[in-house]
């Protein structure tokens, strides 16, 4: 069972890095972005010129063939100054894992150099208006005319879906009665620029205004044969194995940001005076914050855990799983917490932990909400004690 022990002088390195990157070019305008609404294609470009921005993709096809582990420290660095960054750099990591599936390499050779060829993104389209959590209820259809693919239908909720240069789209290509969910869906890869691809409105959401989502509408979209990703009915698992290496890092992210609710909260607490002393004199301060930095550190602990057991070639569903749902689970407490240290400026926009706040909510909700993480972790459990494994 691997384990973490201690970074290498590069993985130090790389932390550092984009510490500095996110305390100079992140921090100080993220409050900006969060009231305009703007994506800081600034801090992008800053990113791919590091080799950072999508840091995954191997060496031979142009990227810096990085682990999940340095991603994740990456993400975490990022994160402390805005998560809704990380969130479009999640984005592109899933339609990137999804498309590294691919036995074609001409198909990859050609959408991984779109990304590292020029600071770019792109997009995962699996969730729909009716269907998040339930794949197996997406309802896009592709269907097959000769050696092409037409698809129709909508999806919802997707990021960087207005500054992608390309998407993965998971489409029903199959709804027989005798078909399995597993095998009813396929996986295309289609540029920004097709026909009848059709990107909504920006979203304007709770928190992590930053990052761009919105619905895309399917009308007729031809997509040709060679943009299949593994093959026809391959869709669901190449969606399932993608969310394994990005578990991680979106657990990474949420510690980011509970690790910047810890640090403001903690220069607050030391500066607000009551009753003749700073609060953080307060017992009842001082053990928030206690519980804060336990969360943090165990999150923390469990995230690279399951970022080493995926660049290992182990299985980490199981562990990935428990990361996502502890760390969303810490991020949310360890903002909102904050704010109560904070008490009637932390509920301004004038201070920083309410933004916080309004970014960490989403960590609980997508790639997997945080009941499906407990759903997987208990189905394992309870696969493990069938098979005398625990």
Known sequence: MTSFSELTDEQKQIQEVVRKLTREEIVPHAAEWDRKGEYPFAVQKKLW???????????????????????????????????????????????QYALNTSTDEELKKKYFG???????????????????????????????????????????????????????????????????????????????DTPGLIPGKKEINMG???????????????????NVVLGEGAGFKIAMLAFDKTRPPVAAAAIGLARRALDEATKYALERKTMGKPI??????????????????????LTYKSALQTDHGERNTYHASI????????????????VQIFGGCGFNTEYPVEKLMRDAKILQIYEGTSQIQRHIISGEIFRRAMTGGL
């Open 49 to 95: 010129e590091l080799g950072l921005l999508n840091p995954n993709i191997e060496e031979k096809y142009g990227g810096a063939g990085l682990g999940v582990l340095e991603m994740c420290l990456v993400v975490e660095q990022l994160a402390y100054g805005d998560s809704g960054l990380t969130t479009s750099m999640g984005g592109t990591g899933l339609a």
């Open 114 to 192: 779109i990304l590292t060829e020029a600071p770019s993104l792109a997009a995962y389209c699996v969730t729909e208006p009716s269907a998040g959590s339930d794949v197996a209820g997406l309802q896009l259809r592709a269907e097959r005319k000769g050696d092409e693919y037409v698809l129709n239908g909508q999806k919802m909720w997707i990021t960087n879906a207005g500054i992608a240069e390309w998407y993965f789209v998971l489409g029903r290509t199959s709804s027989g009665p005798k078909t399995k969910p597993s095998d009813a869906f396929t996986g295309f890869i289609i540029d920004k």
């Open 208 to 226: 992590q205004r930053c990052s761009d989502t919105r619905g895309i509408t399917f009308e007729d979209v031809v997509v040709p044969k060679k």
């Open 280 to 301: 953080a004199q307060h017992q009842a301060v001082a053990f928030m914050l206690a519980e804060m930095a336990m969360g943090i550190e165990a999150s923390q602990l």
């Open 323 to 338: 990361a996502k749902a502890l760390a969303s689970d810490v991020a949310n407490k360890a903002a909102t917490d904050a």
